[in-house]
């Protein structure tokens, strides 16, 4: 055979070749890896707890705590024990006198607490108060200032003010925090007593209780309306005011 036939029949043979290939049936590829791992738990969403009659978690949390001593002293007993030092002008000699429950025995009382002295709310208050001493001794009303303050502390801020100088009712130097702590009024973060209002009526009995954040003032005539309606022993419709009809029961 020559070189021609030669080369011929080896092309030949390389196209059968092609040809068989394309026939053989190949095998399938090999299936994906898997790596299985185990399951995780679910994370439940945390529960949020609702204050319900049964339940009073989170009113327990938020300041004030005035819940207990509200439950032992309004309409169920008396006030608690007054023993105090009053500072009741600004001159050193005669500024000071003790006050007790029984040193207003048989009035009204209107006391109300503000957290410290040398402070920017508190005077504004204390001189609004002021402005209506009058009407408040009108229906027989003492009006007492409370702070955790020590007496020589008052003393200092009324002579250091001409307005606060003038101030005419006492202020009660509550430094061991014990009136405070016993009405429920201190704040747990600060130490200091909120700006809680009471009314306290002849008996020593508490009739009203209303208690402000630290940053917001009172509306001492809203104080006034409210003593008007308590003494009136009547049913006292929404925004009365004195002078005004109360409500008849059917």
Known sequence: M?????????????LVGVSLSGC??????????????????????????????ESTTLIDELPPDITQAMDKYMHTGKAPIIDLTAVTGK??????APVTNATYE???????????????????EIVGFNELSG??????TQLLG????????????????EDLGRVAFP????IKRELSAALG??????????????????????????VNDLSVGRNPREVLRILDALQTDELCPCNWQQGEETLQAA
């Open 2 to 14: 020559n070189l021609r036939s030669q080369s011929i029949a080896t092309y030949g043979l390389l």
């Open 24 to 53: 053989v049936k190949r095998p399938p590829p090999p299936p994906p890896q898997v790596t299985w791992q185990a399951a995780q738990p679910i994370q439940a969403p945390p529960v949020v707890p609702v204050a319900t009659p």
């Open 91 to 96: 001159e050193p000699k005669t500024a000071f």
């Open 106 to 124: 048989g009035k009204w009382l209107v006391l109300f607490a503000w957290p410290k002295d040398f402070t920017f709310v508190c005077p504004t």
């Open 135 to 140: 009407d408040f001794a009108d229906r027989d």
């Open 146 to 161: 409370l702070s955790t303050d020590s007496d020589f502390v008052h003393l200092a801020w009324r002579q250091s003010r």
């Open 171 to 174: 202020w009660l130097a509550d």
């Open 185 to 210: 009024i201190l704040d747990k973060g600060e130490g200091v007593a909120l700006r809680a209002t009471l009314v306290v009526d002849p008996e020593g009995v508490i009739r009203h209780v209303s």
